[in-house]
């Protein structure tokens, strides 16, 4: 196995990573299976570094999520219904990162979604321009985390409490007082407000992390009975005033359960021109519909009652699909989930933060542009620093 020097940063404050006489793999703890943390955590262990992943969740993939549920028939021979109650899609602008999906895709990882995009104004429905290929997981979004985790030494639920410094390494433990190991470094990939709690021994990091902010994100899935007369498989709503932001229908994403059998709104739709849902129709599954609320408006309703929320936004999408000129169909199947942390306010634009003196650092979408493609490159240029400053040692 190649080995690594351990370095031999100068400390900053009277603390510094210990430095061991001989060469040896690091080891190296990641804090969040998200996608910042899996690219952090994949790129260290492809150098063969000893890497322990962490996870709170029972799942990988963070925010890049996907709910499923028994399919409302009760048969246990229907396929599941899916939801990516999160992230809803990607894009791919840098040029390492285009690479990286088209690896995916060629592993059947993701797709282009290519629903039809549209916006609401209050008024009137327009298509959205087409700039850029709209990439899902497939069969759901946490399918992507799923299998970047594959082979990586990952603990789920586990849910880290702060690492503590102590003689020039890290002591992590769990919510349950249970011992963890100890580790030469320490990446943190929460979202920003948890990073800076984790970060309390490193107190430069977490004063960063702490200025963050994030918008927090009612959400709505519905299951239908037959599909939702809407000529759009995607829509910004960008209404000043009423609750939604985005409401989008999963089962037009690649690899998804299809829509229900129903020949008039099959036809209905082939003449509106929307050949995801006039294409399935004939499949038997339910129309999957996702409901993201307005951040302004989640906020104040927060602390509301689910049921109240729910209604709420049902209540508006119910009259989009009116001034669509249709009628929402039977609901067979419904769940809420608020997202405390959806999308950064304003990300910092660092790519990732490290602490050359304490062998410690954070990365994710706080650090670097907000979104899936952001906290993956963050991800990869927090290990990137810690392989270089490992080199340079
Ligand atoms: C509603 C919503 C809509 C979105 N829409 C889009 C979109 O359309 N396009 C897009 O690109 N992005 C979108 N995003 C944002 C995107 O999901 C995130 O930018 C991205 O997934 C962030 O990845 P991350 O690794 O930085 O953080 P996360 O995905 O949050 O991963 C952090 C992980 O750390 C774990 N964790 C936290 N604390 C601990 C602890 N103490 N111990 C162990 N584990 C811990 C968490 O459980 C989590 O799994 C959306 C997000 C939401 C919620």
Sequence with gaps: MPMALVSSDSATDGRSTQVPAAWRALRIAVIGAGLSGLAAARMLADQQH?????????GCGGRAATRRAAHPSGQPSEQALRFDHGAQYFTARDPGFQRRVQSWAERGLVAPWGGRIGAFDGTEFTPAAQETTRWVGVPGMSALGRELAAGLNLRLETR?????????????????GTDLGRFDRVVVSAPAPQSAELLMDAPR???QAACVDYRPCWTLMLGFDTPVPLAFDGVFVNQTQGPLRWV???????????????AAVAGNAAVAGNAAVAGNAARGEPDCWVLHAEPGWTRKHL?????????????????????????????????????????????????????????IGACGDWCNGARIEGAWLSGEAIASRLLAAVASA
């Design 160 to 176: 880290v409490m702060p690492p503590r410094w102590c003689r020039g390494r890290w002591q992590l433990s769990d919510e349950a």
């Design 205 to 207: 990091l977490a004063a």
């Design 248 to 262: 989008a229908r999963d089962s037009s994403k690649p690899g998804r359960a299809r829509p229900a059998r129903d």
């Design 50 to 58: 000893q890497v322990s992943l962490f996870e709170k969740s029972r």
């Design 303 to 359: 602390n509301d009652p689910r049921e109240q929320v729910e209604a709420a936004l049902l209540e508006a999408f119910a009259a989009l699909v009116e001034l669509a000129g249709g009628s929402l169909p039977r609901i067979n199947w419904r769940q809420s989930h608020s997202w405390l942390y959806s999308l950064v306010e304003t990300p910092l634009e660092e790519g990732c933060l490290w602490d050359p003196a304490l062998g």
